[in-house]
C-alpha cells in the first residue's frame, strides 16, 4: 500500500476518492491546512511515499470559507524543495478542481510546476482519466525512492513491523542501515557497527518482554546458553530447558554481537594501529543481521 500526504482543505468530502485510490492501493492521509500537514511531514516523512497538493487549501487550521490565495500551496512547495535539497526527495503532484489552476495561468504554478512530478502537470479532480494517469504516476514515482525499494526487496524483513514485532524506531535503523553507503572512514564504521549492534540488541529487549530470556541485560554467553536450551554437561550436554535457536544462529549471533562491541570499542578509544576490519566484513554483519531478524520474527511468533 502507497501512503500519500494529501493536501485539501475539501478532504473529508471526497471519500469517493479515497475509496478509489485504496483500490488502486494507495492510502491518502488528508489534511486541510499546510501547518498540519507540514508538521506530520516533518515528523513522519519516510512513511510518505508521495504529497498531493490542492490547488487552493488553507494556510491554519483556524481558516475558514472560501480559500482565495494560493500561500499555502507556496508554503508547502517550499518545503518540500528544502528537503530536496537535504537529500529528501518525496514525489510530489498537483491535483486540483479549481479552473485557475487546472486550465488558468497561474503564478504560483508557473514558479513551482518545474519542482512538481509529472512535469508539473495538472491533474483535474474533474477527470476520471487524470485520476487513473495520476496514481500511475505515483507509483512509477515512488517505486523509485531508496525507502521503497529497500522495502520491496526484504519485504520479508519489514513484515516484522507490520506485524508490530519490533518498534517503529528500530524500522528506521533498519532502514539507515540498507540505504547508506558502505562507510568510507573510522567515525562511519562506527555509526554503521552501533547502529547493528543497536537493531541486534532491540530483539533481545523483545524477546524478555515475550519471557523468551529472562532479562536482556544479562551477559550476553548467558543469554547465548538460554537460547540455546541451557546445555548442561552433567545432563550430558542436553538441552534442559527449551531451544529456541540452532547452532548456526547462535555462531551468528556470537559474530555479530562480538564483532561489533570489540570494532566499537576500538574506535571509541581511537585504537585504530591494528586491524580494522573492512568494507567486505561489514557487508556481512549486515546481511548476517537480516538473518538474525528472519530468525527473530519466526520466534517472536511462535511464542508470543
Known sequence: MYKVLWFDDEHKTLELIKEEAIIADIQLVGFADAISGLKELEQSYKEYHAVLLDGLFFKNEEETGDVQTGEAFSEVAKVLGNLKSQGIIIPWFIYSGQKSFVKDKNILLDVFSKEANANGKVFDKNKDEDFIELCNQIKIEADKLPITIAKNKYSDVFEIFELGYLPDSVEENVLDLLIKPLP?????????????????ESCLVQFENIKVIPNSKDSF?????????NVSRDRGYLPTTIVFQTPEIETLNKW???TCGTYIHYLEKQHHDGYMISN?????????LLEILLWFKKTYKENI
Open 280 to 288: 567486505y566484513a561489514v557487508e556481512s554483519l549486515k546481511n548476517g
Open 184 to 200: 568510507q572512514n573510522n567515525s562511519e564504521l562506527k555509526g554503521i557497527l552501533t547502529n547493528i549492534r543497536s537493531i541486534h
Open 256 to 258: 555479530i554481537y562480538f
Open 221 to 229: 554467553n548467558r543469554i547465548l546458553k538460554h537460547l540455546s536450551g
